[in-house]
């Protein structure tokens, strides 16, 4: 059973420039896709940006030359680096990790608890 814990979150001015790590149970380089997901009071749960096991990255509009993922090898992490924070950013954020397991595709999917971020104007 694949476990993934978020840390990082918390209150931060508008501005600023926060760090999310996601620590799992297993190495993060076996894992076919991470991501990112957040979910704001009322809200959908929307991407906010995922990489490939090839390192291929994606990122939502609203995201995109602010927010950067990476995968930290030595610590075994997935991190996600925020820039210019904004109050609309605010939301609880999910690491989530998927993984191929057969040959006819079947992935297992992995979520963790969340961290809330709150970004005060």
């Known amino acids: 059973q694949v476990q993934l814990v978020e840390s990082g979150g918390g209150l931060v001015q508008a501005g600023g420039s926060p760090r999310l790590s996601c620590a799992a149970s297993?190495?993060?380089?076996?894992?076919?896709?991470m991501g990112w997901y957040r979910q704001a009071p009322g809200k959908q749960r929307e991407l906010v940006a995922t990489?490939?096991?090839?390192?291929?990255?994606n990122y939502a509009v609203a995201v995109t030359g602010r927010f950067t993922v990476s995968r930290d090898m030595p610590k075994n992490t997935f991190d996600l680096q925020m820039d210019k924070l904004k109050p609309e950013d605010t939301a609880v954020y999910y690491c989530?990790?998927?993984?191929?397991?057969?040959?006819?595709?079947?992935?297992?999917?992995?979520w963790g608890q969340g961290t809330q971020v709150t970004v005060s104007s």
């Open positions: 297993r190495n993060i380089f076996s894992f076919d896709l």
């Open positions: 990489v490939t096991s090839g390192g291929d990255t």
């Open positions: 989530h990790a998927q993984k191929v397991v057969n040959v006819e595709g079947a992935r297992v999917s992995t």
